[in-house]
């Protein structure tokens, strides 16, 4: 078993800041690429950022410049720091990695979504 575990979410100010956390956890032998995605009501579920092992990023041109993705790979943890919030960044925020596990199986895990919402 492989857990993802988000925290973080909350309301904020337009203009304002989060930083979302997310832990994984279980039977782990390798993580690898880690990813933000988020869902608006009524929308498709959107790559946010990932971040590979080595540190490398890629970002949605929507969050350039005002997101930032990180990882400790000690802590088996990625973090999403956000600033500058907009309205339209409002939506429920998942964790998405791919592992491998003690008994090398690779999976896919989803962590359960923290809510942002950007609202004055």
């Known amino acids: 078993q492989v857990q993802l575990v988000e925290s973080g979410g909350g309301l904020v100010q337009p203009g304002g800041s989060l930083r979302l956390s997310c832990a994984a956890s279980?039977?782990?032998?390798?993580?690898?690429?880690m990813g933000w995605y988020r869902q608006a009501p009524g929308k498709q579920r959107e790559l946010v950022a990932t971040i590979t092992t080595r540190g490398n990023t890629d970002y949605a041109d929507s969050v350039k410049g005002r997101f930032t993705i990180s990882r400790d790979n000690a802590k088996n943890t990625v973090y999403l720091q956000m600033n500058v919030l907009k309205p339209e960044d409002t939506a429920v925020y998942y964790c998405?990695?791919?592992?491998?596990?003690?008994?090398?199986?690779?999976?896919?895990?989803w962590g359960q979504g923290t809510l942002v919402t950007v609202s004055s």
């Open positions: 998405n990695t791919a592992v491998l596990t003690t008994t090398l199986r690779r999976l896919e895990v």
């Open positions: 279980g039977n782990i032998f390798t993580i690898y690429t």
